[in-house]
């Protein structure tokens, strides 16, 4: 069954450093990659997904994200983070068949200082 | 469209009681998701639905819940007897076609049982 591992539970950046959460994960095949982002009380927004292609993807709010066949990896980066991308970021999984449902990480929390 | 609608918003309950919690799909979208989510094990997949039928309820924790899907434009969980650790925000999602098309989120019911 695939699987995603978000390794770092909770991230403090500097506004206007540059950002990357890590995930990986577990799949025989190439699968269907997303990020989503939470913001407190709310539901899930989709950031951007990697379907076949390219392997940068770019997202909403300036996010981008790449895949990496060979470290099993679709780390999310953004150059410069503002204050307003704090919330939490998850990743997910859909294999390549069927009508199968996400599988999420258990999410990385975002915190941004002054 | 309006997105995917949950209601209610917040629900407190006695313990023992029952619960059930809606969701209104966007509309044309064939394929419906719960997930529950809480601080320990993060977002789990509790059900699925595609065309109304039930594909996968193998995260259903217990008996005590239950999912259907009467009509493509709306779905039901039920949770009869409550109990505390039930306390979580339950997320509904709905999306159209199979696996390479993303999960749109509803805003979650968060539950509490005391």
């Known amino acids: 069954a695939q699987s995603v591992t978000q390794p770092d539970i909770h991230i403090t950046v500097s506004e206007g450093a540059s950002l990357e959460l890590r995930c990986n994960y577990s799949?025989?095949?190439?699968?269907?990659l997303f990020w989503y982002v939470q913001s407190p009380g709310q539901g899930l927004q989709l950031l951007l997904k990697?379907?076949?292609?390219?392997?940068l993807v770019q997202g909403i709010k300036g996010f981008e994200a790449e895949f990496k066949r060979s470290q099993s990896s679709f780390n999310l980066r953004k150059p410069s983070v503002h204050w307003s991308d704090a919330a939490e970021y998850f990743c997910a999984v859909v294999s390549y068949s069927g009508n199968t449902p996400l599988v999420f990480g258990k999410g990385t929390r975002l915190s941004v200082i002054a | 469209d309006a997105g995917v609608i949950q209601s209610p918003r917040h629900e407190v309950t006695e313990m023992g009681q029952e619960v059930t919690l809606r969701c209104k799909p966007i509309?044309?979208?064939?394929?419906l998701f719960w997930y529950r989510q809480t601080m320990m094990r993060g977002l789990e997949l509790l059900i699925y639905f595609n065309n109304n039928v039930p594909i996968d309820d193998s995260g259903m924790p217990e008996d005590r819940f239950s999912a259907k899907m009467p009509n493509a434009s709306f779905s039901t969980l039920k949770i009869q007897p409550s109990e505390p650790r039930d306390s979580a925000v339950y997320f509904c999602?709905?999306?159209?076609?199979?696996?390479?098309?993303?999960?749109?989120f509803g805003q979650g019911t968060r539950l509490t049982v005391v």
């Open positions: 999602a709905s999306r159209l076609g199979q696996m390479n098309t993303e999960a749109f």
């Open positions: 509309s044309g979208h064939n394929s």
């Open positions: 990697y379907f076949s292609g390219d392997t």
């Open positions: 799949y025989g095949a190439t699968p269907y």
